[in-house]
């Protein structure tokens, strides 16, 4: 029994991957491109479909294309070690851990600035002051 294929559009909405997105990893070779019918329309199978949803899944969790065409190749390979699939989850958490503390500095900064507003004028607001004091927000970032 043949595999019914599914339309761009319906793999979009079964891996909820935009079309447009589905086409750019055509082209850069995340995905293989589709079988064609007789009238040359894309026509993808459960395998593409379900491919498509581990790649939306990993852009979700902020894996970098180079990073998802590592674990994609390793899925390829069921019985090998996972070693570098860790490897590459652990750098990803390195990354996520970095953005997580540059971002509590964000938050620290912005209610710093938030606190010290007097809801005056704006030529007296300590937010404007704040932003417009650049060498002021450096010394903070590097505490």
Not at 3 to 15: H, L, Y
Not at 28 to 51: A, C, F, H, K
């Amino acid at each position: 029994m043949a595999e019914r294929g599914f339309s761009i559009g319906e793999a979009s909405e079964r891996s909820g991957v935009k079309v447009t997105t589905i086409r750019f990893y055509e082209n850069i070779g995340l995905i293989s491109p589709p079988v064609r019918t007789s009238g040359n329309r894309r026509q993808y199978g459960e395998e593409e479909v379900d491919r498509l949803t581990f790649i939306r899944h990993a852009r979700e969790l902020g894996f970098e294309i180079d990073d998802i065409r590592g674990l994609l190749a390793m899925t390829e390979r069921p019985n090998a070690s996972c070693q570098e699939a860790d490897r590459i989850a652990r750098h990803h958490l390195k990354g996520v851990n970095h953005r997580i503390s540059q971002l509590t500095l964000l938050g620290k900064e912005l209610q710093r600035m938030i606190d010290e507003c007097g809801h005056g004028r704006v030529c007296d607001c300590r937010v404007i002051q704040t932003l417009a004091d650049h060498s002021h927000c450096q010394h903070h970032q590097s505490d």
